[in-house]
């Protein structure tokens, strides 16, 4: 079932369930027929794609929850100590939403129904931000987490199968949140021989039905060398509508999960558990370490660049994405010179050694050759030998 068939049937469910009260139904059926004009014009399209789609299923849940939690109350009836003790609740971790399970992503309902349209129809969203008052949506001052490139080969390394081993390279390589990783095709990706390297790459290209609103439809190089290998392997037996990933977001998770407790990997500095949101932070961390510029990476996240001026251009050119590239490439080059030196110091200790080892043989020779002339003058002022030596 498509996202658009999902979010008719669920709409059509909440506004017809009669165990809904009437005045709540309808100020629900205001809010979508309001969101989904809002965003067809916000976002420039003559209908509604997925992303609108799935961002409309969510309000179906927060409706269904939030309508369970005042008790089915007239939503324009409600009081200010009735906003307070749901508040309050959320905030302790009190209520259950209506599939049982405590509700613990608290930011949604507080900026998305409290604070926003929803409650503004009902004539409580002033009562609603007075409530919530020492409440701050923390989200854009989240802690740094992030993880090593060495601990990154490490959880790759855990994976059970080629496909799960590519999914985690292509979050690290590319930078791209999960859902659309998991939603590319075939036809998606364009393999090319770097023309300076002769290495074989592949142009990831990311339109905008499969990712974010926010992000920016783009195309992206992979950097790395083990991207480029796995893909040869997975895409050879695909067709070009075929999805790349044979499995879905659920069993992503359960797969990352059990391959990041294998090798005891945590984010850096607090210890979280890493998730795969923490590949595309840690991926930029480790472009900033190898010299790429805040812009670069912008660019690869699918955020604007700081110039807004020169952002239609700069999408038209990739951004340059070749030389930003050769920074990765330099970076695992300074990696493998590091080795040689390695190596050559070995080599030539080893040389050392040998050399001080033909010494003490030479001088063993000399000496034997000493002891040999030795005996002969013996031998030939005494006529017998004295003494034997062993070869």
Not at 56 to 82: A, H, M, Q, R
Not at 251 to 277: E, R, S
Not at 320 to 331: I, L, R, T
Request: glycine share 4%.
């Amino acid at each position: 079932m498509g996202k658009k068939e999902e979010y008719i049937r669920r709409k059509d469910r909440i506004l017809t369930d009669k165990k809904i009260c009437e005045a709540n139904r309808k100020l629900f059926k205001k809010f979508f027929e309001e969101t989904e004009y809002k965003l067809k014009r916000k976002n420039r399209l003559s209908e509604l794609d997925n992303g609108c789609y799935k961002t409309l299923c969510g309000y179906t849940s927060y409706f269904k929850n939030v309508n369970l939690w005042f008790k089915n109350k007239e939503w324009k009836k409600l009081t200010k100590t009735e906003i307070k003790k749901v508040y309050d609740d959320l905030e302790d971790l009190k209520l259950r939403g209506c599939s049982g399970k405590i509700i613990t992503s608290r930011t949604d309902y507080y900026d998305k129904i409290f604070k926003s349209l929803p409650f503004e129809l009902a004539g409580k969203v002033e009562i609603a931000r007075e409530v919530m008052k020492y409440y701050e949506n923390n989200h854009k001052n989240e802690d740094v987490r992030f993880f090593e490139e060495e601990s990154f080969k490490k959880i790759a390394g855990a994976t059970e199968t080629t496909i799960q081993r590519l999914l985690c390279w292509l979050a690290w390589d590319i930078g791209e949140n999960i859902f659309s990783l998991i939603q590319l095709q075939k036809l998606n990706c364009v393999r090319n021989v770097n023309q300076k390297t002769k290495d074989v790459e592949y142009i990831i290209n990311l339109p905008r039905e499969k990712i974010k609103r926010s992000r920016r439809a783009r195309s992206e190089i992979t950097n790395f060398r083990e991207t480029a290998q796995l893909l040869d392997v997975v895409l050879k037996d695909l067709e070009p509508e075929d999805k790349i990933f044979n499995f879905g977001h659920r069993n992503a998770l359960k797969f990352l999960d059990k391959a990041v407790k294998k090798v005891n990997v945590v984010c850096i500095p607090k210890g979280q558990k890493v998730t795969f949101k923490d590949f595309r932070s840690s991926m930029a961390c480790h472009l900033i370490k190898i010299g790429w510029t805040t812009d670069e990476i912008k660019a690869r996240l699918g955020h604007s660049p700081s110039s807004k001026a020169i952002d239609k251009y700069c999408n038209y050119l990739s951004m340059g994405k070749g030389k930003p590239k050769v920074k990765v490439q330099e970076s695992q080059i300074e990696s493998l010179i590091e080795e040689v030196e390695k190596l050559k110091q070995m080599e030539k200790l080893t040389a050392i050694r040998e050399e001080t080892k033909n010494e003490e043989i030479e001088d063993l020779q000399k000496r034997q050759k000493q002891m040999e002339l030795i005996v002969k003058r013996i031998v030939d002022d005494t006529g017998q030998l004295v003494f034997s030596i062993e070869k």
